[in-house]
């Protein structure tokens, strides 16, 4: 009884937190329902009052111009904590209000009729009066209209609370309800122990596919089943509220000490499927995080910031459940800070520069190629390597200004090297979300052309990985860019995606073994079958096949044994700037 008692308190606080805040739509309508309320009844002064547990405050008024009062001061309070109205026909012969500094003194109230505003929920909110400083006769008739005003007006806070604090689909409470719930846990429950629950059964860009494939209405559908599957599987009690925190996304505030945590909360979830379409069913993965929050120490916001981190650590590393991780948060904290300080330098075109590292003929010892490789000299952290930044990168739409950095600058360089050395063939880098782009290839060439290079001087680096292998987009690109007489290379081969097969369709023209594979060579025999056969079978398929990583001698010998054409590594060289590639470029030129 006294969680049930608390949890209509929290509703209510939270309600007239709501009517506190600022809304000036919200308020014009009410000021028009005070207008209404005068000339219905024909007195002059009316008002709308919001009261919570201290102060009375007057939300929209006419001919009144009280604006807050304490909550003992008030004569609304009478009404609130009395039968629902209050009429008082001439306070100056009322006993209780003789005396009273509202009737003495200003606004000099004389004559006061209200009726309570009570919520969908029940909760008591605040009032609607009417008022003037000459005592005015009133009948039951007026009261009953002066009720019917304060339905109309309760009514349309509803509906203005639904609209701003409910999810339209699944018409449970939304995001800035939680928002708003765990900061009036602040008045109700200070210094308690509470956890803040999200739980994902549905990936939202798995979401955005299936809507675009079978339209908005089944989508609808399917997260109405799966918050009533949720609610069903959680079994709430009255007192506690699951909200929608995005689409496919809930939320649950529970004491610290409650039944449900994220861990316990994933297994009543395994198995969940949901109905798309007819003889079309989901089995969804879900995942969980939370976090622990004392309401009077933490910022509501920053609640839900901790557990969206926890959950989507649980979905970045699979894992059914995860807690609040300071250490995770601040590697988040810190990807992002990097990922910031990347878009400034792009935009600044400062601090990143190209290393080059050339690429040798096993059969010749001759350099026949040079790799671009971007690097970047942040003011702070020093001198950072492509993987510290790249992978972050990969998961923004920064990789494609990276992309384009790289792509200009190498084009400005080879166009300056182009005036005083005979050039050798230099690769870069792109993702598959660039090279996918339907005018990469014709943006590339146009380039060149302005520079006055053949296309043949530059070539393409691709990583091994299924989204390469297995997209039907990613290969048209592919195949675009060698139509334009571009080499395509697919890097860190022997590490990715496992089935060889997708060799027949990609169109390649070299492939760059790992150096994790190459490394071992020296003291694995197992690596030197490995490395032997792959060269083997690509050399039966007519791949030009370069090792990665090559630092030992007896690696090379052994590499140049088996039929490697190229390698690239330290032994040769170390990726170095463009004045000390010019020493190759000028012998070349010799």
Known sequence: MHNEQNGSDVKRLSAIKALLSPDETRDKVLERFVNLASQVLGISGSFISIIDDNNQYIRASRNFDLKQSTRDESLCRHVVDGEGHLVVVDTLLDERFVTHPFVKGDPHIRFYAGVSLQNLDGAVLGTLCVTDTQPHPFTDEKLATLRSLATLVTSFLDAWNNAGFADVITHLPNRPRLIRDIQQLTLVAPQSRFRLILIDCLDIIRAYELSRAVGIAPMEKLLRQMAQDVAHRLNLPENETLYTFAPGRFALVQPYSGRYSAHNISDLFKGMRADLAENITLDLDVFTGETEFVPGQMDANETVRQAVSALHEAIDENISAMSFDESYDSRRTEDFLIMNDLAQALNKDEELYLAWQPKVCLKTGKTVGLEALIRWNHPERGELFPSEFIPLAGKTNLISDLTNWVIDHAVEQLARWNREYDLIPVSINVSERDFARPDF??????????????????????????????????????????????????????????????????????????????????????????????????????????????????????????????????????????????????????
């Open 441 to 590: 290839a014709d943006q590339l060439v146009a380039k060149l052309a302005a520079a006055q290079l053949p296309n043949s001087i530059m070539g393409i680096e691709c990583l091994e990985n299924e989204l390469i292998t297995k997209s039907d987009v990613a290969i048209k690109g592919l195949e675009g860019l060698k139509s334009h007489g571009f080499m395509v290379s697919l890097d860190d081969f022997g590490t990715g995606y496992s089935n060889i097969s997708y060799l027949q369709d990609i169109p390649l023209d070299v492939i760059k073994i790992d150096r994790s594979l190459i490394s071992r060579m020296g003291e694995d025999d197992a690596s030197k079958i490995i490395v032997r056969c792959i060269i083997q079978m690509l050399k039966e398929l007519n791949y030009t096949v370069l090792a990665e990583g090559v630092e030992a001698e007896a690696t090379l010998g052994l590499l140049k044994t088996y039929g490697c054409d190229q390698i690239q590594g330290y032994f040769f060289s170390k990726p170095l700037p463009a004045s000390d590639i010019e020493h190759w470029l000028y012998q070349k030129s010799r």
